[in-house]
């Protein structure tokens, strides 16, 4: 009897201990967590809190973690210091125009790739890679003199195809992991029953690429709203998008942070609204139930 309490007590010590650390081991990864979360939203907090502060509390040179004063007039001088709504438009129509574009035809493509065999296919999918890798600051001057040949300079429709040229590999490249992951087996039983395989893929393979679709586009349409070099050196002042609006807060006597800071808390909410509306279909499963065993 007295070996078997002994042991008992044992293995409750054993269990005790495994729950400690599992324990300690939730407490650092929780601390890790926090550690990211601050670090990723610190840059937010301090671009939220220097529009809403004085324009002079913006250049003190010993800044206040915390809000002293708060006040509107840096969202009035804003929207005063320049036209604020015609450079968000031309960039809610561009990211749009990416995002619409290039799911429509990356979907085809990523589809194409996936599903049908054809000769150089490995070649498609190794070039599209490739195009990824090219420095975007390596073809600022090759694509204007292509858009100025084409008579596209200085106008949205040429900020749409070059923007186009660097989100459809990403998009390409993406929608096709995702419709691999999908069974053929899925759009075969579709088949089966009645389905032509255009049927099929609209009724069974379609559903299940929302997920992927979804954040493919958000991804889309973040980089088409942020880009702020090739809309710099592609449109001129009267057609700037509004990243390039932002440069107004800068002049030769000096840089207004307050009012710039103001702008990029409106330019963020486009962002922030577009993130909240798809949030759950970014996370839901892309085949969840679809199929078991």
């Not at 293995?11 to 005790?16: E, N, P, S, T």
Request: with cysteine; aromatic share 10%.
């Amino acid at each position: 009897m007295s070996t078997i309490a002994t042991s008992g007590r044992s293995g409750g010590k054993i269990a005790a201990s495994g729950r400690g650390r599992r324990k300690s081991g939730r407490l650092g990864w929780n601390l890790l967590g926090l550690l990211v979360f601050v670090t990723a939203g610190f840059p937010v907090y301090w671009m939220l809190n220097t529009a809403f502060k004085p324009a002079a509390d913006a250049i003190d040179p010993d800044p206040s973690l915390l809000p002293t004063a708060l006040t509107l007039s840096n969202f009035g001088r804003a929207l005063d210091i320049a036209d604020f709504w015609g450079p968000v438009g031309r960039s809610l129509i561009v990211s749009l125009a990416v995002v619409v574009i290039g799911m429509a035809v990356g979907l085809l493509a990523a589809l194409a790739i996936s599903r049908f065999a054809f000769r150089g296919r490995k070649i498609v999918i190794v070039g599209i890679l490739a195009v990824q890798m090219v420095p975007l600051v390596a073809m600022i001057i090759p694509v204007f003199l292509l858009l100025n040949d084409l008579g596209q300079y200085d106008r949205l429709t040429g900020l749409i195809i070059t923007y186009l040229t660097f989100i459809l590999p990403f998009t390409v490249w993406t929608l096709r992991g995702f419709i691999v992951n999908i069974p053929k087996e899925l759009e075969e039983a579709a088949m089966v029953d009645g389905c032509s395989r255009t049927g099929a893929f609209v009724r069974v393979v379609f559903p299940l690429l929302a997920p992927g679709m979804v954040a493919t586009s958000v991804y889309g349409f973040i980089q088409a709203w942020n880009e702020y070099l090739y809309a710099l050196m592609l449109l001129s002042q009267k057609n700037q998008t509004a990243t390039v609006w932002l440069g107004n807060f800068t002049t030769k006597h000096g840089t207004e942070y307050a009012p710039m800071m103001a702008g990029s808390t409106m330019m963020a909410v486009p962002i922030v609204v577009l993130f909240l509306l798809v949030q759950r279909k970014m996370a839901a499963g892309l085949t969840a139930g679809a199929v078991k065993g």
